[in-house]
């Protein structure tokens, strides 16, 4: 993780997990995180398809000129990325652990700014872990997309949860190049 927003984020979300796998949903106070709340999100999964905004930050609607509610994380991927990013989700929720991503969020005139995105494994109501607290970090000034909405959102890095064999089982390791291999399909 690389923002000092997101390592923020991953601090606090280890010190709601009290011993625990994952902090329930409930444990997030959103004045513990104020400053971070304009591009904070929380994703709730209805199923391997579906993780559903719940909530999105002010900031983070304001890039794409939409409002996020009820829809799904995944629409903002194409094709492989799209499956990239459905593998970290499931690998994260499935194995408790924290993951990321560095995208670009391309505007309709091809301006970019790299974005840093941490996902974190929460806890609903039923104890189960099927919710994600999320944070969309711009890695540069958001300046020049004033007026512009993000059309296209791109990965360029994965960085899947820790834990051996979560995304693809039977692997003791995922590949230590795996991450520029996702980069090279671009």
Known sequence: ???????????????????GAAPLRADIEPQDISELLGYVFILWRADSQHHLFRLAGTHLCDLYKREFRDQNFLS???????????????????????????????????????VEIALFP???????????????????????FKGRP?????????HPPVQPGTIFPGLAQPSENWVQRVANDQ
């Open 1 to 19: 993780m690389r923002h000092p927003q997101t390592r923020a984020l991953h601090a606090y979300w280890q010190t709601r997990r009290h011993g």
């Open 76 to 114: 903002l991927w194409r094709g492989h990325d799209r499956t990239h990013v459905q593998a970290v989700l499931e690998a994260s929720i499935s194995g408790t652990s924290p993951a990321s991503m560095v995208a670009r969020a391309v505007s309709m005139d091809q301006r970019e700014l790299p």
């Open 122 to 144: 929460l806890r609903g109501p039923s104890g189960e872990i099927d919710r994600m607290l999320g944070l969309f970090q711009p890695l540069d000034s958001t300046e020049g």
């Open 150 to 158: 993000v059309v296209r959102t791109a990965l360029r890095e994965i």
